[in-house]
């Protein structure tokens, strides 16, 4: 079955530190995916997307990720993480299950500490 | 920019009441989604339709139904509200019929039921 993991519930990193948020998926065919984030109080604005071509992708507010079939991952990135980042993130599979849906990990909460 | 609206930020309700979400959506986008969205499970859909009078189940289509009856609006309906549908309540549009499309979200309606 078609499934979106993200191992980790919150992550604190230090502003100007680094980040990575993991993401694996389950998807027989090619998978088409996405990185969401959600601010507090808000919905959820698409930070960047995947779908064929070069496996590094780069997407708004400087984050990018890398598309790694072999460990079929999609790990989100940036260099240096301010304290306006704090937010929800969630990694996404665009699949067909009997219509076109996205299915969306349970999300990884960033916390920024000064 | 696309825009979806939904017709209460927050929301309390009393158990057995019927309770209508509203969301609009201003880029005449063909499909359009409701998620409910609880801490640990992500974003579980619920109902979605791809046109107008047309409808179908998410994974969690229990307790709740859905009205389009213009393309740019999507109903969502607590027949009768119970305590366990408490929930923040997402809706979302996208256009095209593929799984690649990202989809636009609404800011969320928090709903209480007492």
């Known amino acids: 079955a078609q499934s979106v993991t993200q191992p980790d519930i919150h992550i604190t990193v230090s502003e100007g530190a680094s980040l990575e948020l993991r993401c694996n998926y389950s998807?027989?065919?090619?998978?088409?995916l996405f990185w969401y984030v959600q601010s507090p109080g808000q919905g959820l604005q698409l930070l960047l997307k995947?779908?064929?071509?070069?496996?590094l992708v780069q997407g708004i507010k400087g984050f990018e990720a890398e598309f790694k079939r072999s460990q079929s991952s999609f790990n989100l990135r940036k260099p240096s993480v301010h304290w306006s980042d704090a937010a929800e993130y969630f990694c996404?599979?665009?699949?067909?299950?009997?219509?076109?849906?996205?299915?969306f990990g349970a999300g990884t909460r960033l916390f920024v500490k000064a | 920019d696309v825009k979806v609206t939904q017709s209460s930020r927050y929301l309390v309700k009393r158990t057995g009441e019927k309770v209508f979400l509203e969301c609009v959506q201003d880029?005449?986008?063909?499909?359009m989604f409701w998620y409910r969205q609880d801490p640990g499970l992500g974003l579980r859909l619920i109902y979605f339709?791809?046109?107008?009078?047309?409808?179908e189940k998410g994974d969690i289509p229990e307790g709740y139904s859905v009205s389009r009856e213009k393309k740019e609006r999507f109903s969502l309906i607590l027949e009768s509200a119970s305590t366990n549908q408490t929930s923040m309540y997402l809706c979302?549009?996208?256009?095209?019929?593929?799984?690649?499309?990202?989809?636009?979200f609404g800011p969320g309606t928090r709903l209480l039921v007492l």
């Open positions: 998807y027989g065919a090619t998978p088409y």
């Open positions: 995947y779908f064929s071509g070069d496996t």
């Open positions: 996404a599979v665009g699949a067909y299950t009997g219509g076109f849906k996205t299915i």
């Open positions: 880029m005449d986008h063909e499909n």
């Open positions: 979302a549009s996208s256009t095209g019929t593929n799984s690649k499309v990202a989809q636009y």
């Open positions: 339709s791809y046109d107008v009078k047309m409808k």
